[in-house]
């Protein structure tokens, strides 16, 4: 616990928005990628698998399902883990996982070994880097947050337009077992990834031992959580918003195949979506971070959902290439910035001190959702073979999430926070003394009656503190 502690970000250390920050960015950035955007890149070996093992589109759906669901479901496993043994350590042993299963599918003879491999173990690898990828990230940035979330979220689009085409090209020329081969040598960067995530030491030694008593009252797992009623709202309609929200980048080249489109051209349509996704979400991420924006961040968020489902539902009956393609480019605008902003408002709404835990239990709700969705969809299609249905049900299920969003925020949030969250947070890192502005304006009395209020944190289980930051 000793060493997780500082790794934590207990009271005390600093969020220098910048310096080393900018080296876990890109580290975050690299994860995020890998952890998004190779669930979606795998499905262009779905056509060779499916001859390979005579099953169906349900069948292989269940491959990004299971990888996306142990994305999500184990989070508080990685909660725990991330408490107790600090995030470098964890994200090491999650680099090698990720690869070691997708070397282990490209030996596979049954579609049971692919579930096994690609989906449990890479899946497992890849949620054990990206959980503490998000944490280390808000450790380094503060007023930044915003758009450090934007630049890391953009990741994911900037691997889909990588992986996808190289996937393709490794499947002509490799087979899918020489494919799997490969991208197994590439998840090995995730090792790289998580060597970067030093941590933020004390700014001031004598405090060490007032941050271990903090520290030691810590909870591996907070679920009092549950007792907050943003973070309620926030997991239902995140768990309905991820029912649709992977199927459409799943099925999209299929589609594009299915109308006798050829199999390099339909991959594009992944790349298109991808160059669109990354440009959105650093956009949104400024967009989110303006004083007048970022009170109201939850709103921007439900009007991400609901632009998403509607695209959905509007851009279903495509039955041409160029249909599709514009299908992806609002899509691709949507999806970025619902990507930018679902862990920035989690944030916003649970606070600092509650964070860690937040995220492991809402991932874990939302695997329910994610391991139905994209296999519910194929089952769809498997029985009315038109995949306007698959994408209609997506886009309702998307649109149902942003009412379920707005509408509880309005009616039952909102009366919650009289501050900004934006300010509430500074205020807040101000009274823990966690920020370096606010640390080097103090004089020394004040320094030592902040030593005082931090002793009193950890000895009172919960206080009635409402940050919007970050877990640390």
């Known amino acids: 616990m000793g060493g997780a502690a500082v790794d934590m970000g207990p009271s005390g250390v600093k969020a220098p928005d910048g310096g080393w920050g900018w080296a876990v960015l890109m580290g975050c950035f690299i994860i995020t990628g890998f952890s998004y955007a190779f669930p979606k890149a795998v499905s262009v070996f779905f056509k060779e698998l499916i001859h390979e093992f005579g099953v ?51 030996f596979a003879t049954s579609v049971i070994h692919i579930y096994l491999c690609t989906g449990v173990i ?5 949620a054990l880097n990206f959980q503490p990828s998000l944490i280390m990230l808000n450790l380094y940035f503060s007023e930044k947050r915003p758009l450090a979330n934007g630049l890391a979220a953009a990741g994911s689009p900037v691997a889909l337009c990588c992986l996808s085409p190289l996937g393709q090209l ?46 030691i009252k810590r909870k591996l797992l ?57 440009f959105a ?39 041409t290439y160029s249909g599709l393609v514009l299908f992806c480019v609002f899509f691709g605008i949507s999806y970025g910035m619902v990507g930018a902003l679902q862990f920035e408002v989690l944030m916003a709404l649970v606070g600092t001190e509650k964070f860690s ?45 942003a009412f379920i969003l707005a509408l509880g925020n309005f009616f039952c949030i909102k009366t919650k926070h009289t501050t900004p969250p934006a300010a509430t947070e500074m205020n807040v890192r101000a009274a823990e003394g966690d920020t370096l502005k606010y640390d080097e304006v103090m004089t020394e009395d004040e320094k030592v009656d902040l030593g005082d209020k931090e002793v009193e944190v950890g000895d009172q289980e919960e206080q009635e503190v409402a940050p919007a930051g970050l877990s640390q």
């Open 281 to 319: 979400r650093p956009a949104c991420g400024v967009i989110a971070g303006m004083k007048s924006v970022r009170p109201r961040c939850v709103y921007l968020f439900s009007f991400a959902m609901l632009f998403n489902g509607c695209t959905d539902l509007i851009c279903a009956q495509a039955n």
């Open 122 to 126: 890479t899946g497992l690898g890849l």
């Open 56 to 106: 169906g589109y349900s069948d292989m759906a269940w491959i990004s399902s299971i990888v996306l669901a142990m994305l999500y479901g184990t989070g508080p496993l990685c909660t725990v883990l991330v408490n107790k043994f600090g995030c470098r350590p964890v994200m090491m042993v999650g680099g090698i996982l990720a690869s070691l299963g997708m070397i282990l599918a490209s």
């Open 357 to 401: 835990s937040a995220i492991g239990l809402v991932l874990l709700m939302e695997a329910m959702a994610v391991l139905v969705g994209p296999p519910g969809a194929g089952r769809l299609l498997d029985a009315t073979h038109q995949y306007k249905h698959a994408f209609l049900l997506a886009g309702a299920e998307v649109t149902l999430s």
């Open 222 to 278: 907070d679920f009092t959580v549950f007792k907050d009623r943003g973070f309620v709202i926030y997991t239902v309609a995140a768990s309905a918003m991820v029912l649709g929200l992977f199927v459409p980048p799943v099925f999209v080249v299929n589609y594009a195949k299915s109308l006798n489109y050829e199999d390099t051209k339909s991959a594009l349509l992944l790349t298109i979506l991808g160059l669109v996704d990354m």
């Open 170 to 215: 490794f499947q002509h020329k490799y087979g899918w077992r020489g494919g799997f081969l490969i991208l197994g040598g590439l998840l090995l960067n995730c090792c790289a990834c998580g060597a970067l995530m030093r941590p933020l030491l004390p700014p001031k030694k004598k405090r060490e031992q007032e941050i271990e008593k903090v520290q």
